[in-house]
T-cell receptor, first 114, second 115 residues
Framework: QQQVKQSPQSLIVQKGGISIINCAYENTAFDYFPWYQQFPGKGPALLIA?????SEKKEGRFTISFNKSAKQFSLHIMDSQPGDSATYFCAASPGVNTGNQFYFGTGTSLTVIP | GAGVSQSPSNKVTEKGKDVELRCDPI?????LYWYRQSLGQGLEFLIYFQGNSAPDKSGLPSDRFSAERTGGSVSTLTIQRTQQEDSAVYLCASSPTGASSYEQYFGPGTRLTVT
C-alpha cells in the first residue's frame, strides 16, 4: 500500500514557468514532510521540508504548501530553470519517536524547456 | 566534509550469486537507512539502524536480504541467491542525532544488475 501518493508522474514546463507537484497521505501520525531532488546517477538530496504546524514554507524559488485537513502537500518551483530538470520525491515520516521511517512518493520527472 | 559513500557504484552478478553492498555514512551520524529504488519507482525502505538499538528490518522483502552495521559506522547489505527482480539501485542514507535527525543524507547508490 502506497503511504504517500505523488502526481504527476512527469511534468514539462517552459523556462520561467511554475512547476507544481502534488502529494497526498493518509496517516495522520506523519509529522515531517520533506521534498527531495534527484539528478541522474546521484542520490536524492533534501530540497525543503515542512512540519504540519505551518501551512507554507518558502526557500528561494521553492515553496511547500501544506493542507493538513486535506492531508495534501505540494511543491511549487517558481521561475523554473533548465537546471531544475530532475526527479522530485515527496516523503513523509511519523518522526523519531516512532522509528523515524520515511515513506516516499513514486517521483515526478520534471523537464524545464529553455 | 565527506558525504555518504557507497561501493561498488555498479555491480553485475549472475542469478543465484550472493552480493555485498557497502555504505560508509557521514562520520558521527547515528542513524543509517537502506532503500531500494527500482526504475520509475519511489524509494522502498529496507532497513534502519539507530545507534545501538535493534535494527528495524520491517522493509526487507525476503530472508535473502540481510544487513549489518559494524561499530555503529559502516554497513553492509547482503543479498543471497540473487534474483532478476533484485535488479535496482540500492541507496544508503545517514542522519545525525538531535533536532536535525529528520534530515537524511543520501549516498550515490549502487546499481545492481542481476543477469
Amino acid at each position: 500500500q502506497q503511504q504517500v501518493k505523488q502526481s504527476p508522474q512527469s511534468l514539462i514546463v517552459q523556462k520561467g514557468g511554475i512547476s507544481i507537484i502534488n502529494c497526498a497521505y493518509e496517516n495522520t501520525a506523519f509529522d515531517y514532510f520533506p521534498w527531495y531532488q534527484q539528478f541522474p546517477g546521484k542520490g536524492p538530496a533534501l530540497l525543503i521540508a515542512i512540519r504540519p504546524d505551518v501551512s507554507e514554507k518558502k526557500e528561494g524559488r521553492f515553496t511547500i504548501s501544506f493542507n493538513k485537513s486535506a492531508k495534501q502537500f505540494s511543491l511549487h518551483i517558481m521561475d523554473s530553470q533548465p537546471g531544475d530538470s530532475a526527479t522530485y520525491f515527496c516523503a513523509a515520516s511519523p518522526g523519531v519517536n516512532t522509528g523515524n521511517q520515511f515513506y516516499f512518493g513514486t517521483g515526478t520527472s520534471l523537464t524545464v524547456i529553455p | 566534509g565527506a558525504g555518504v559513500s557507497q561501493s561498488p557504484s555498479n555491480k553485475v552478478t549472475e542469478k543465484g550469486k550472493d552480493v555485498e553492498l557497502r555504505c560508509d555514512p557521514i562520520s558521527g551520524h547515528t542513524a543509517l537507512y537502506w532503500y531500494r529504488q527500482s526504475l520509475g519507482q519511489g524509494l522502498e525502505f529496507l532497513i534502519y539502524f539507530q545507534g545501538n538499538s535493534a535494527p528495524d528490518k520491517s522493509g526487507l522483502p525476503s530472508d535473502r536480504f540481510s544487513a549489518e552495521r559494524t561499530g555503529g559506522s559502516v554497513s553492509t547489505l547482503t543479498i543471497q541467491r540473487t534474483q532478476q527482480e533484485d535488479s535496482a539501485v540500492y541507496l544508503c542514507a545517514s542522519s545525525p542525532t538531535g533536532a536535525s535527525s529528520y534530515e537524511q543524507y543520501f549516498g550515490p547508490g549502487t546499481r545492481l544488475t542481476v543477469t
